[in-house]
């Protein structure tokens, strides 16, 4: 009997493929909403499958988009309070997504190809020191007798516009350096540091989404069965986010990043 298979283009698209990707958003949203990295499982799935990379990182910017929503209508009840720091936040990161939206069209392929895996990299190396920076960032206050400035200050802005320009051209781990930037140097509970990572990360895949509509080629079936996926993942992420282990999910990050670099150095 012959399998059972979705139509894209004209490339036949297998069940086992589509649910493959599907999976993968779900994760991916889940993994988004709690900590980020999301896109370091549906990028390789998108690749696995047989999309350029550029098609799949278009294609998974735009997919995500619904999840960060759902993950940031998740976490509202973190976002009371908070009105004024999104605005001046979302505003940097909408400028610098697009900034990077633009890059990713503009550089030609073959760089993206060999500066990806570098990015994974620098990713992965900051998800493991996270942890680490952040308690040396807080005996170095206490030493001090210093708090962190209200909103960051100049230093975080730049660093959220540098990040957002780097999660609009790709975005794989674009979550934990917000919360790496935000936790380092603003005096706030961790979950609502969180909240606002949601919001910004729906921004910037909003705008880089909506640039590459008018310059680039999707995959649609790979955008819509990333986005359904993404939307439920969410939900799951602001449901059990909270009771998560923190190591074992870096781990799990780590696992699949490290396999993505693999994958695309050979």
Partial sequence: MQQASIIRGRRTVGIWEALAVFGAGIAAGTINTVVG????ITFPVLLAVGLPPITANVSNTLGLVPGSISGAIG???E??????????FGTTALVGGLAGAA?????PSEAFDTIVPALIGLALVLVVLQPRLARAVQRHREENGTDAHPDGGPVLHAGLLLTSAYGGYFGAAQGVLYLSLMGLLLHEDLQRINAVKNVLAAIVNGVAALFFLFVADFDWIAV???AVGATLGGQIGATVGRRLPAN???AVIVAVGTAAIV????
Avoid: C, H, K, P
């Avoid at 890059?103 to 550089?107: A, D, G, K, P, R």
């Avoid at 994958?263 to 050979?266: H, I």
């Fill in 248 to 250: 074992a999910l870096r």
């Fill in 263 to 266: 994958r695309l150095l050979l």
């Fill in 103 to 107: 890059l990713l069209i503009v550089l």
């Fill in 79 to 88: 976002l009371t309070g908070q009105r004024g720091r999104i605005i001046r």
């Fill in 37 to 40: 990295s999301g896109t370091l």
């Fill in 224 to 226: 819509l069965l990333i």
């Fill in 75 to 77: 976490y509202r009840r």
